[in-house]
């Protein structure tokens, strides 16, 4: 039996006789969590990282909508006598998209380890500094003659990626540490449809500026140079940071987790008075001078990581998380990141005027496009799971989703000529592709980020967590430089029929996993 020591401040020991009260008592305050109803700091726990994801979610997709916007101001004409307006080369239009994914993979790694080697508190909010600075920097970005302006986008991009692939993790992590267990699922999927609403709320503040700015687009002077669009994406990115400072006090003052503390710091007096405390009050207090007892637990380290995880048992729960998260995320960002050019491709709502009113016009368009395909398909499919994922189980909406993006992707792929023939074939389009983005939800994009926060060990929940989210995040980076080099091949957006099929190899696979 482990031998377990009493540190106080004259250093007295307790011999083994103790462990079976300490044990006794470990299990007391884990059961006291796992038993917990739900109560207002479950809510607060929601709330903090949900804003946090809210956040993310908003800089992730806002691009979508602002690459548009950046084209018209720092694009090229594609001919002398084009008057439709400037656009992003296919390299700047790939660049300021895939930087975010690649940004998020390294800050999944990153952040993932050092909340398993520091704590999840010491750690927690500090991404969220890197988001708003970032974020903030993109709103004020300009040009110079060493780099220009895309250049500099596409850095505060990355930096603001470390940032989200932070959150991921450690969000994860915190609200299932916290969570009871009949109710863990409920508040992860709570915390991860934040993410829907950022994607909603990007397309409608975007359309919102569109409309608050109609008169000066109007009237700028050419169509090469609509100075007032420039206004119109740095607002809509640079209001990305306000949700991010709002919650930024709650994160740094949050507690510890009891699991991080009771099974890394191994402190057991502590974690029961935190158990006792954010259950009934709220709050926590840390006691400098109080006595710590003590309990040897395996502790963490590239050895023993190693040896955990190669073990079968184990190693296939961390390749199963991390193989489904990429094939999901090849089909999610993929197509989310460039609904305008699926848009584009169908000619859905493509405007028929001419000079700057095209140009509003297609933004316009753009912003209705994207509030569809979030409000008909993304959000709904969110709360589908949150109903479900305690009931039915996470294994069973995972394999459904999977088998019904498989599905719906090989309609879509196929029939994509039929489907946009006549203008109510393409309506049918639109709703078949809001299904593809309820079924990603209600699956395998809620799931993928659930289970990694409950099938591994403390002491490296949070690294399996963000190799798992990094995983997905190289199949999105994947994705989007796939669908940039392959978009045009045949003619503008001729390849994205094609780009349909693409994932039904992988999502097939995702199945199995």
Known sequence: MSKVERSSENGSVHDEKDVLTINNRRRNALQEIDEAPFNWF????????????????????????ASVMLGYVYGTTSTPDDHTGKKLNANQDLGVKVATPVGTLVGQLLFGWLADIVGRKRMYGVELIIIIIATFAQALSGGGHAVGIIGVLIVWRFLMGIGIGGDYPLSAVISSEFAATRIRGRMMA?????????????????????????????????????EHVDDVWRILIGLGCVPGCIALYFRLTIPETPRF??????????????????????????????????????????????????KWKNGKVLLGTSWSWFALDIAFYGLSLNNSIVLQAINFGTPKSHNLQLVYDNLWNTCVGNLIFSAGGLLPGYYFSFLFIDSWGRKPIQFMGFIMLTILFCVLGFGFDKLNATPSAKKGFVVLYCFSNFFQNFGPNTTTFTVPGEAFPTRYRSTAHGISAASGKL?????QVGFARLKDIGGTNHFVKHMCVSPLHLLSFGELS
């Open 42 to 65: 479950h809510a607060k726990v929601c709330l903090v990282a949900g804003v946090g994801f809210f956040t993310d979610a908003y800089d992730i997709f806002a691009i979508n909508i």
């Open 190 to 226: 709570l915390v991860f449809s934040a993410q829907g609403w950022g994607n909603f709320v990007a397309a409608l503040v975007a359309l919102i500026i569109v409309a608050a700015y109609r008169k000066s687009i109007l009237h700028d002077s050419d169509i090469n140079n609509p």
């Open 475 to 479: 199949g999105a980076i994947v994705a």
């Open 261 to 310: 503390t009771m099974d890394i710091e191994r402190n057991i007096q502590q974690a029961s008075d935190d158990i006792r405390n954010v259950l009934t009050t709220g709050s926590f207090s840390v006691d400098p001078n109080a006595p710590v007892h003590r309990v040897n637990a395996p502790k963490a380290s590239w050895t023993d990581f190693w040896a955990y995880f190669s």
